[in-house]
T-cell receptor, first 114, second 110 residues
Framework: EPEVTQTPSHQVTQMGQEVILRCVPI?????FYWYRQILGQKVEFLVSFYNNEISEKSEIFDDQFSVERPDGSNFTLKIRSTKLEDSAMYFC????????????FGQGTRLTVV | SQQGEEDPQALSIQEGENATMNCSYKTSINNLQWYRQNSGRGLVHLIL?????REKHSGRLRVTLDTSKKSSSLLITASRAADTASYFC??????????FGTGTRLTIIP
């Protein structure tokens, strides 16, 4: 069964460092997303991406965050200068049809900022 | 916020019993999706129910949707130890993103 894959599974970084989280969405999906889940809290939307541009972003997704689809398969989330409060599980997701079909999530990257 | 609470927040039942979890939302939805999350792991898609549907089944799972009450329920029948996880509802309000509920932590006691 097709799946969304994310790497790395766990990333530890120093405060102020840049991190790049990587995702390979399901190949025939057109819409890509990043969500995050701070430990013990609900899953929160960060950004959606379609046709090589951001289509929606939340207020969490400030200037420190960026997304890119550098080639036909990868989808990345970059955090330029990490803060302690960026520590969370980050999930990539994809779906076929703009929220109207099942969104499939990856296993997540646990980011720990120290 | 568009998404309300899920209840109960935590539920413990004996293996073999049925588990029911509820989810409420505040504005009209396009669809509602249920996910399972094992401790510290990824989100596994369970069922999507559209706003014009009232009930959907998948194996031991049954989801209902009551748009007049803006609520949905997930029923797991004949529960197994492997069903122990957190369960989340996530609503799509006609745009792309999903808005998640707070989740129900289900524990199945062998």
């Amino acid at each position: 069964e097709p799946e969304v894959t994310q790497t790395p599974s766990h990333q530890v970084t120093q405060m102020g460092q840049e991190v790049i989280l990587r995702c390979v969405p399901i190949s025939n999906h057109l819409y890509f997303y990043w969500y995050r889940q701070i430990l013990g809290q609900k899953v929160e939307f960060l950004v959606s991406f379609y046709n090589n541009e951001i289509s929606e972003k939340s207020e969490i997704f400030d200037d420190q965050f960026s997304v890119e689809r550098p080639d036909g398969s990868n989808f990345t989330l970059k955090i330029r200068s990490t803060k302690l409060e960026d520590s969370a599980m980050y999930f990539c997701a994809s779906d076929e049809l703009r929220g109207s079909t099942e969104a499939f999530f990856g296993q997540g990257t646990r980011l720990t900022v120290v | 916020s568009q998404q309300g609470e899920e209840d109960p927040q935590a539920l413990s039942i004996q293996e073999g019993e049925n588990a029911t979890m509820n989810c409420s939302y505040k504005t009209s939805i396009n669809n509602l999706q249920w996910y399972r999350q094992n401790s510290g792991r990824g989100l596994v898609h369970l069922i999507l129910i559209r706003s014009n549907e009232r009930e959907k089944h998948s194996g031991r799972l049954r989801v209902t949707l009551d748009t007049s009450k803006k609520s949905s329920s997930l029923l797991i029948t004949a529960s197994r130890a492997a069903d122990t996880a957190s369960y989340f509802c996530a609503s799509n309000f006609g745009n792309e993103k999903l808005t998640f509920g707070t989740g129900t932590r289900l524990t199945i006691i062998p």
